[in-house]
């Protein structure tokens, strides 16, 4: 048999939480004793200590849908920032090519906390935008640049042989790089954006400073004015661990789903 | 003979903690959020500075001790005081009673009230309540964003820092912000880029004591304090600082 | 009409460097409407080079190549319209792996060619039985032989009508025991009369399907001619010590 032509090398795996395969025991039952060990303390502290805890999870609710709105947003606005990046990092346009290249060292140049400051107040100055839409802007263009050598690599992994045949047979680049070569890359890029999105979701914490009242804000101004400082964040910290938890099994479940498929 | 060393040690050791314990506190570590203006703030050379900076140094002046300031984030710095990082915090904290149940306060050394600021092309808001249905800002933790969200139908968005919460007003992201009085005289009457665009609007609509906190049961400290208190109003040097400070 | 008595593949004067590395010289030749031209040569000769530049997959540094009377080697020509008309197979398949055989078929036929999804799957299941592998229509292509992806590759190429297709090394990467089945499609094309420039180490296939031979070394043509002078009586001597080590 000759040599399959799919099988690509695989995208190092960044700093994510890890996404549990089946294939990985340790890891897979890991998972469950850390996802249902987090639900059932959520539980005991909820009804076993009400007078402490239960207030608390009244208070964050809102915290929680903001954080998740905030996650979303940003890595869908992200792959779109890093798909365009990504095919300018690879376009032999040169102006295009400099334009994404300079776009991703500045940004990885820079800490995401300055970015988040810098963005939010200096976009403050020139558009009236909601905090939040500004939050999530500013989360996608850090997470764009990261997006965008995902997507390079991922394209680039895809043999050269496949643009040639879609070249050959009439297709314009950009038809090859939509019809063939693109979806061969999504396949590609999908783990590793799944653990951007997992990693997104935690750095999104790093919005409270904008006064954005995601999970870890409402936190905060629970335990300001509680002073109950270890029994909010020990909420926190279960919230955020429930929620990692349940995306990186919504992850893993996708890609089985996709290799399934073929 | 090691025994009879680690013996030795021990007793040495023991005397020397009741020796420290026994002795006055000759020197005290405060912690200060400084991003509170003119009250507590970092100057150009990188000192902290302010109202209660002057007025802990001549507290402490007159109760015998020194005085090391530490600055402190304003979000978590109750959890420092806990955790036994520093002795005291003097940081505009309003003495109420929700902080009383959970640490000690010396007696109130000035008062000061809730004011609230918004832009300038807000012709018709007087108080928060005027507000409804849009958002206002204040610094987490504060006796602001208490009153903020004690009013229904207000949208309450907390800061770590109450200059950001300007700086959002400036970019229109936010109605309004509710601060401490001198603190709002320093954004909106005196700050050049925000002169032009804010005001400050009716009166301060709150009854506030500020008092210097320290850890739940450390009478000594208190002691000390409110003693040093008493010697500074008695000279009249609150008034001093006073001027020098809030204009 | 003048065009009519044009060759389908005109190659003039063509050179081409990779840095310093002259990959051809000054290579000419042409191809007929109809003709089967086989380019032999050993490795790195610069044979799979040439047939590259023919649909612009190599751009090249000097001289002129006009495919259908469209000037390949101009850079304001559309390549995409020469592409069209010329079909290219590869030696390494190149299936669409996330498409099945039929998509692999339909996709150019839809995209480029706007037939409607029903002519093209018409289109693509009778060329499919062409090529024997019907039944394997809904399976994707990792699941195929190399021989059976090879002859879906010349389906999917014939499926856009070519005037004329490039066969690069066609079965340098197949089991022995699957070069057969490929080579018979090939012949079958050569019968019906379809225009095709082969590159290839198959002699055989040279022998019987070739009305001309190219022999490339060292980016030249050395030797052209009919099979039977090429394998006979060849009158140069690399061309001769090439053979002799082949056959």
Redesign the interface.
């Given at each position: 048999?000759?040599e399959?032509?799919?099988t690509h090398t695989p995208i190092a795996v960044g700093d994510g939480a890890a996404i549990p395969h089946k294939s990985d025991a340790g890891l897979f039952t890991a998972w469950r004793i850390a996802f249902f060990g987090s639900i059932l303390l959520c539980l005991f502290l909820a009804f076993g200590r009400p007078d402490q805890y239960l207030a608390i999870f009244k208070f964050i609710p809102d915290g929680i849908l903001v954080t998740f709105k905030v996650t979303v947003g940003g890595i869908l606005l992200a792959i779109v920032f890093g798909l365009i990046a990504g095919l300018g990092r690879i376009s032999s346009n040169r102006l295009i090519n400099g334009a994404a290249s300079l776009y991703v060292e500045i940004i990885r140049g820079v800490p995401l906390l300055v970015q988040l400051f810098y963005i939010y107040?200096a976009?403050?100055?020139f558009v009236?935008i909601?905090?939040i839409v500004?939050a999530i802007i500013a989360m996608a263009f850090c997470y764009g640049a990261y997006m965008a050598e995902i997507f390079r690599a991922g394209i680039q992994s895809i043999?050269k042989?496949?643009m040639?045949?879609?070249?050959?047979?009439?297709?314009?680049r950009r038809?090859a790089m939509r019809?063939?070569i693109l979806?061969?890359a999504f396949?590609v890029v999908l783990p590793p954006i799944g653990n951007e999105f997992i990693a997104l979701l935690k750095d999104s914490s790093l919005v409270s400073?904008l006064?954005v009242?995601d999970l870890l804000?409402r936190g905060?101004?629970y335990?300001?004015?509680?002073?109950n400082?270890f029994e909010t964040y020990t909420v926190i910290a279960l919230v955020y661990l429930i929620m990692t938890l349940f995306f990186s099994k919504l992850i893993s479940m996708m890609e089985e789903r996709l290799n399934e498929g073929? | 003979m090691n025994v009879l060393r680690t013996l030795i040690v021990a007793a040495a050791m023991l005397a020397a903690m009741s020796l420290t314990a026994l002795a006055a506190p000759k020197s005290i570590k405060v912690a200060t959020d400084a991003t509170w203006p003119p009250m507590e703030m970092v100057d150009a050379n990188k000192q902290i500075v302010g109202y209660d900076i002057d007025f802990l140094n001549a507290v402490a002046k007159e109760a015998g001790v020194s005085v090391e300031f530490k600055n402190t984030a304003w979000d978590g710095i109750f959890a420092g005081l806990d955790s036994g990082q520093y002795d005291a915090i003097i940081s505009s904290v309003t003495i109420t009673d929700e902080r009383k149940a959970k640490y000690d306060f010396t007696d109130a050394y000035t008062s000061i009230g809730q004011i609230l600021v918004v832009p300038k092309t807000d012709k018709s808001s007087k108080t928060i309540a005027d507000l409804k249905g849009k958002k206002v800002g204040s610094q987490i933790g504060t006796t602001g964003a208490m009153e903020v969200k004690k009013v229904a139908g207000v949208e309450s968005k907390t800061y770590d820092e109450i200059g950001l919460a300007f700086e959002d007003m400036a970019a229109g992201r936010i109605s309004g912000v509710v601060c401490d009085e001198p603190v709002a005289a320093h954004f909106a009457l005196q700050k050049k880029e925000y002169k032009e665009k804010f005001k400050i609007v009716g009166k301060a609509f709150t009854k506030e004591g500020y008092g210097i906190v320290v850890k739940k049961g450390n009478k000594e400290l208190v002691a000390l304090l409110n003693k040093g208190i008493k010697a500074v109003k008695a000279k009249n040097l609150d008034t001093k600082i006073h001027t020098k400070w809030v204009k | 009409m003048k065009a009519a008595s044009r060759p389908m593949i005109e190659v003039s004067g063509v050179s081409k460097f990779f840095g310093s590395f002259q990959a051809l010289s000054d290579v000419s030749f042409s191809v007929q409407d109809g003709e089967k031209v086989v380019i032999i040569g050993p490795s790195g000769s610069g044979k799979s080079t040439i047939l590259r530049s023919i649909n612009r997959l190599e751009t090249i540094d000097r001289g002129r190549i006009v495919v259908n009377g469209m000037d390949v080697s101009d850079p304001k020509t559309d390549i995409s319209k020469v592409r069209e008309e010329i079909g290219m197979v590869f030696q390494s398949f190149n299936l669409f792996p996330h498409k099945t055989v039929l998509e692999n078929l339909t996709l150019a036929q839809t995209v480029v060619r706007k037939r409607s999804k029903k002519d093209a799957e018409e289109i693509a299941m009778e060329l499919l039985r062409k090529v024997n592998i019907a039944e394997k229509a809904a399976a994707y292509p990792a699941k195929l032989s190399g021989g059976q992806q090879q002859r879906v590759a010349i389906a999917r190429s014939l499926a856009m009508n070519p005037k004329a297709i490039l066969f690069d090394e066609p079965t340098s990467a197949l089991d022995p025991e699957m070069i057969g089945e490929v080579l018979d499609v090939m012949k079958n094309l050569a019968r019906e009369g379809m225009t095709m420039v082969v590159v290839t180490h198959e002699m055989g296939f040279a022998r019987e399907v070739a009305d001309r031979v190219i022999f490339m070394d060292h980016g030249r043509i050395v030797e052209e001619g009919t099979p039977e002078h090429f394998f006979t009586s060849a009158t140069h001597e690399r061309a001769r010590l090439f053979l002799s080590q082949i056959l």
């Open positions: 048999m000759s399959n032509p799919t107040y976009l403050g100055r009236k909601p905090d500004s043999p042989g496949q040639e045949a879609a070249l050959s047979l009439g297709m314009s038809q019809q063939v979806p061969q396949k400073i006064a009242a804000r905060r101004e335990a300001s004015e509680s002073f400082y073929r | - | -």
